[in-house]
């Protein structure tokens, strides 16, 4: 085999293991297009932010802090807790990606991804020596139809229904939406607003000029969060890759880092499943429990990924619609 079909093989090689997780890519970037306008952002906003960050978790993070009008410490702070994995994840590749050019090593950690690192940690485990090409096949294979649905989301706004449970899919395929709100700036948004109506009028006027920056302020700084977000986010997956460049890893080293991925997925995985409406919800009256159970069931014995995302949303519906 000539070296430019050997690419090519690579190539769709990634591509080809990145199709399973469109059962679950698609609906988590629709929603997450959906909430980034929802938030009160520009459509080109949300792509923007979609494209600079390229992490759903973080997007959604940033985009609910934002509709709350939260501090940028707090909305940066944030996003970098949420991405933490992402230095797991390249403590983990550097080893196998140590001996790549710098430019290989900044466009996979870019296009690093929950999925996108269990493939390529596959890839490599299973005796590969060189992933880089099946790595941006991986990686190319999920960033092209994300932003592609994001801005389609973007578009269309809030016209989804909530009742079609579309972040359930996120979850079966090893990702949940990241819904929580930070009570203590809706305590503060709320208070805010109550003092407000009790203000004589032209006071009012004038506390809610102070308090609302203008257009063009705010704009300006909601590009500045992103470009900030997608700087850490960046960080976050260059870590160790970059850090490590020329150093060789013990062989112990190796077979610990070897269980990070079912670790943090699994830690993602679970609350999607035994979180109800901010509580842990451990009764059969939970649809998601019933169904996430019945996946689990049908990915012990199929081991495919797109037979377990559409079976367990198709128990998800049921569930739903029998109740």
């Not at 960033?143 to 973007?154: C, K, S, T, Y």
């Not at 880092?257 to 699994?266: G, I, N, R």
């Not at 012990?300 to 998800?316: E, H, P, Q, S, Y």
């Amino acid at each position: 085999m000539t070296p430019a079909a050997d690419f090519r093989a690579e190539l769709l090689a990634g591509i080809r293991s990145a199709l399973p997780t469109y059962v679950g890519l698609v609906p988590f970037a629709l929603v997450t297009g959906v909430a980034g306008t929802a938030a009160g952002l520009t459509p080109l906003q949300t792509i923007g932010l979609s494209v600079i960050v390229f992490s759903g978790i973080a997007q959604l993070v940033v985009t609910q802090l934002l509709a709350v009008s939260s501090p940028a410490a707090v909305v940066l702070i944030t996003a970098a807790i949420v991405s933490l994995r992402f230095v797991m994840y390249s403590a983990a590749l550097a080893p196998y990606l140590a001996p790549l050019p710098p430019r290989w090593k900044l466009a996979l950690s870019y296009l690093l991804t929950d999925q996108g690192f269990a493939a390529l940690m596959n890839h490599y485990q299973s005796g590969n020596a060189d992933g880089r090409w099946f790595g941006l096949g991986v990686g190319l294979g999920q960033w092209i139809p994300w932003q592609i649905v994001v801005a389609i989301g973007a578009l269309i706004g809030a016209q989804v229904p909530a009742s079609w449970s579309l972040d359930f899919a996120v979850t079966l395929v090893g990702r949940r939406e990241h819904r929580r709100r930070s009570r203590g700036t809706r305590v503060r948004t709320a208070a805010s607003t109550r003092t407000d109506r009790r203000l004589p009028r032209r006071h009012r006027c004038r506390f809610r000029r102070v308090r609302d920056p203008p257009a063009a302020g705010r704009t300006m700084r909601i590009w500045l969060l992103i470009v900030a977000t997608g700087a850490i986010t960046f960080g976050l997956r260059l870590s160790f890759i970059w850090l490590a460049a020329g150093r060789s890893f013990p062989a112990r080293a190796r077979q610990l880092l070897s269980y990070v991925a079912p670790a943090v997925l699994a830690a993602i995985v679970v609350p999607g499943l035994v979180a109800s409406q901010g509580s842990v919800d451990l009764s059969l009256g939970n649809p998601r429990l019933l169904a996430g159970a019945a996946a689990i069931a049908v990915a012990w014995k199929t081991r495919d990924a797109l037979i377990t995302t559409t079976f367990g949303m198709l128990a998800l519906w049921g569930i739903q619609w029998l109740r």
